[in-house]
């Protein structure tokens, strides 16, 4: 099966824009929708980006999610930082026989 | 809404079976548009996806843990139900339902039960 790494940790001043990225070992990460979710300390994970790039309602325009084939990653961008984005977010796929795959984890702090 | 709301024992010895129950309000788990899925996240870690659920009783299991795990569906309850036997400390963990969409996206998530596994 293949992983899906993403950096440890990033952080920002709020206002900024924060890139994190998430990269597919071995398959092309345009053949299987990519999700994102959030997750506060001490709660459950919420969706913020389902199906590569697309946003559930409740979910603010500062999210947006892309894919590119060219290095094989996913990414979710927070725009406009605020103090409520600090959390962990983990991006998440699926292989072609339906085993569900998450990404590492990474720390978002908004300085 | 949807609400899903995790229950069953905080605490499993080594060796035996733990066994949750995922109780499902807002929503049917009959509903044919879903599948029904258990996600869990050792203490400090990262999530591991269990395996799902189709109401029709189809089932697909992560392949680590697949000699290990039953899913089951009580649609007179309105549950679904996770054993996983043979437990050890590396078992210990948040244990998550979820419902799950076919385009492979999971919301909403229950809040969770922490099962720890120690004798």
């Known amino acids: 099966n293949f992983m899906l790494t993403q950096p440890h940790s990033v952080s920002e001043s709020p206002g900024k824009t924060v890139t994190i990225s998430c990269t597919r070992s071995?398959?092309?990460?345009?053949?299987?929708?990519v999700q994102w979710y959030r997750q506060r300390p001490g709660s459950s994970p919420t969706i913020v980006i389902y199906e590569d790039n697309q946003r559930p309602s409740g979910v603010p325009g500062r999210f947006s999610g892309s894919i590119d084939s060219s290095s094989n990653s996913a990414s979710l961008t927070i725009s406009g930082l605020k103090t409520e984005d600090e959390a962990d977010y983990y991006c998440q796929s699926y292989d072609s026989s339906d085993h569900f795959v998450f990404g590492t984890g990474t720390k978002v702090t908004v300085l | 809404q949807v609400q899903l709301q995790e229950s069953g024992p905080g605490l499993v010895k080594p060796s035996e079976t733990l066994s949750l129950t995922c109780t499902v309000s807002?929503?049917?788990?009959?509903?044919?548009?879903?599948?029904w899925s258990w996600i869990r996240q050792p203490p400090g870690k990262g999530l591991q996806w269990i395996g799902y659920?189709?109401?029709?009783?189809?089932?697909n299991y992560n392949p680590s843990l697949k000699s290990r795990v039953t899913i089951s569906i009580d649609t007179s309850k309105n549950q679904f139900s996770l054993k996983l036997s043979s437990v050890t400390a590396a078992d210990t963990a948040m244990y998550y339902c979820?419902?799950?969409?076919?385009?492979?996206?999971?919301?909403?998530w229950g809040q969770g039960t922490l099962v720890t596994v120690s004798s």
């Open positions: 979820v419902r799950g969409y076919f385009t492979k996206w999971f919301d909403p």
């Open positions: 807002g929503g049917s788990v009959s509903s044919g548009s879903y599948y």
């Open positions: 071995s398959g092309s990460i345009a053949s299987n929708y």
């Open positions: 659920m189709y109401y029709s009783g189809s089932t």
